[in-house]
């Protein structure tokens, strides 16, 4: 609701400079102002809806191409299996942190390059997941009895294997999508993720950091929305499972 409501319950824009910098915390700015006098309250409530829609964005397109490839080298195997497999092991050698500074140094920090290298680097991890659960789901009775009526590669993958495996992938989804919140951040942190002006909790947390030298504790209120929203969302992931899965409290 402060993602889709942000220009509404912000006082200010996220960019508009309404004050000195550093203003302390009143009633004309709640939160004070941050180091070049913009209000702080107005750049939080933006910051949510930049920082849900950059790493939903990032989720969707990694889950969809991680679940794709997954699927397919599960249902193929032979070379495709072979390949595809390789080419994430190789990637998920590499740390994510350094791998992701890397391609963004060389292609610049521009929103798209920055979900779509979150992306290729999340898709790596769905893959291995869904690879792994198709496996078992092709290895059933009625899978083999599928193959046997001569349906094809498509059909099996949409109709006998996906539906199958929904569970695990729907949770993974909600982890994903935790991992991507903290990875933005801190890319944003380190100066690479989403660019000034425009707001996002990590570069928040960078901006006014040097506040908590003087007991001012404006610089954690990011780093809190940040726990918040993680913790929440995993909270909400379990309540599924343990809803689809039947089991009692």
């Known amino acids: 609701m402060v993602a889709a409501?942000?220009?509404?319950?912000?006082?200010?824009?996220?960019?508009?400079?309404?004050?000195?910098?550093?203003?302390?915390?009143s009633s004309e700015f709640l939160l004070g102002t941050d180091n070049?006098?913009?209000?702080?309250?107005?750049?939080?409530?933006?910051?949510?809806?930049?920082?849900?829609?950059?790493?939903?964005?990032?989720?969707?397109?990694?889950?969809?191409?991680?679940t794709v490839t997954g699927l397919l080298a599960a249902t193929v195997g032979g070379w495709v299996d072979n390949a595809l497999s390789r080419v994430v092991d190789i990637m998920m050698a590499i740390p994510q942190l350094i791998f992701a500074l890397l391609i963004l140094t060389i292609v610049g920090t521009s929103i798209t390059s920055l979900v779509v290298v979150i992306a290729v680097v999340d898709a790596t991890r769905v893959f291995?997941?869904?690879?792994?659960?198709?496996?078992n789901v092709l290895a059933l009775d009625f899978v083999e009895a599928a193959?046997?009526?001569?349906?094809?590669?498509?059909?099996?993958?949409?109709?006998?294997?996906?539906?199958?495996?929904?569970?695990?992938?729907?949770?993974?989804?909600?982890?994903?999508?935790?991992?991507?919140?903290?990875f933005i951040s801190?890319?944003?942190?380190?100066?690479?993720?989403?660019?000034?002006?425009?707001?996002?909790?990590g570069s928040?947390?960078?901006?006014?950091?040097?506040?908590?030298?003087?007991?001012?504790?404006?610089?954690?209120?990011?780093a809190a929305a940040i726990a918040v929203l993680t913790v929440s969302i995993n909270l909400a992931m379990d309540w599924f499972l343990q809803k689809s899965?039947?089991?009692?409290?």
């Open 5 to 25: 409501l942000a220009p509404i319950l912000a006082p200010y824009h996220e960019t508009s400079v309404v004050g000195v910098k550093y203003a302390p915390w």
């Open 36 to 66: 070049v006098g913009r209000d702080m309250l107005s750049r939080l409530i933006y910051a949510t809806r930049n920082t849900l829609l950059i790493a939903a964005a990032a989720t969707a397109l990694g889950f969809l191409a991680g």
């Open 128 to 135: 291995r997941l869904v690879r792994s659960v198709s496996m």
């Open 147 to 182: 193959w046997l009526r001569g349906e094809g590669l498509y059909w099996i993958m949409r109709r006998e294997v996906l539906p199958n495996i929904m569970e695990p992938l729907i949770v993974e989804l909600g982890i994903r999508f935790c991992f991507v919140i903290l």
């Open 186 to 201: 801190s890319l944003s942190f380190l100066g690479l993720g989403i660019q000034p002006p425009t707001a996002d909790w």
């Open 204 to 222: 928040m947390v960078r901006e006014n950091a040097g506040l908590i030298i003087y007991g001012d504790i404006t610089p954690l209120l990011p």
């Open 245 to 249: 899965s039947g089991l009692k409290e």
